[in-house]
């Protein structure tokens, strides 16, 4: 039987959020929370918290049919599974928009800042993020941390290429194969 392999991801995603969540917020001022509140929006929280949605659906949809597709192969399944997994799909969908929505990510956020930002230095950041190299800065940085994350992953492989000789050493010295 096929299983729902996101909720590792999931729980990863959760917990950082969670972590970050957990600061505390230096002061109740509205104007110094509006700011926050522009930085966030001026930066392209929302758009990250929408690209999250956005690929947590695509994850989950391509499990569902994993799933659909190992019932398929069951020659008991009966035509009710399908309905199952339509429901299953459009039930877990609802609880991914409004736990990931763009709007609550963003007012979610604004602690987060505020506990790592005085009210001054989010004057600046805001005066950056609205000029046009900071305007550039949100408008590449999507693009970059794509980059990024590919290189990560290419040093990864290689990594794990270049100390495959080591664990098969380790693995001969311990008796483990021959």
């Given at each position: 039987?096929?299983?729902?392999?996101?909720?590792?991801?999931?729980?990863?995603?959760?917990?950082?959020?969670?972590?970050?969540?957990?600061?505390?917020?230096?002061?109740?001022?509205?104007?110094?929370?509006?700011?926050?509140?522009?930085?966030?929006?001026?930066?392209?929280?929302?758009?990250?918290?929408?690209?999250?949605?956005?690929?947590?659906?695509?994850?989950?949809?391509?499990?569902?049919?994993?799933?659909?597709e190992?019932?398929?192969?069951?020659?008991?399944?009966?035509?009710?599974?399908?309905?199952?997994?339509?429901?299953?799909?459009?039930?877990?969908?609802k609880?991914?928009?409004?736990?990931?929505?763009?709007?609550?990510?963003?007012?979610?956020?604004?602690?987060?800042?505020?506990?790592?930002?005085?009210?001054?230095?989010?004057?600046?950041?805001?005066?950056?993020?609205?000029?046009?190299?900071?305007?550039?800065?949100?408008?590449r940085?999507?693009s970059?941390?794509?980059?990024?994350?590919?290189?990560?992953?290419?040093?990864?492989?290689?990594?794990?290429?270049?100390?495959?000789?080591?664990?098969?050493?380790?693995?001969?010295?311990?008796?483990?194969?021959?």
């Amino acid at each position: 039987m096929a299983s729902l392999n996101t909720e590792g991801f999931l729980k990863a995603k959760l917990v950082c959020l969670l972590i970050c969540l957990a600061q505390p917020c230096s002061s109740d001022d509205d104007s110094y929370r509006a700011k926050a509140e522009k930085y966030v929006r001026i930066t392209g929280t929302s758009a990250i918290a929408n690209s999250t949605l956005l690929q947590l659906e695509s994850e989950l949809e391509q499990a569902v049919n994993e799933m659909y597709e190992a019932f398929t192969q069951d020659q008991f399944m009966t035509f009710e599974i399908n309905d199952d997994l339509d429901l299953y799909e459009a039930e877990v969908k609802k609880e991914l928009k409004e736990i990931f929505s763009p709007e609550r990510f963003v007012e979610l956020s604004i602690p987060i800042y505020m506990a790592n930002f005085s009210e001054s230095e989010l004057d600046a950041l805001i005066e950056f993020y609205e000029s046009p190299v900071g305007k550039k800065v949100v408008e590449r940085l999507p693009s970059i941390l794509l980059q990024s994350q590919s290189l990560g992953e290419k040093l990864v492989m290689e990594y794990l290429q270049a100390i495959e000789p080591h664990n098969e050493k380790l693995n001969k010295a311990l008796g483990l194969v021959q």
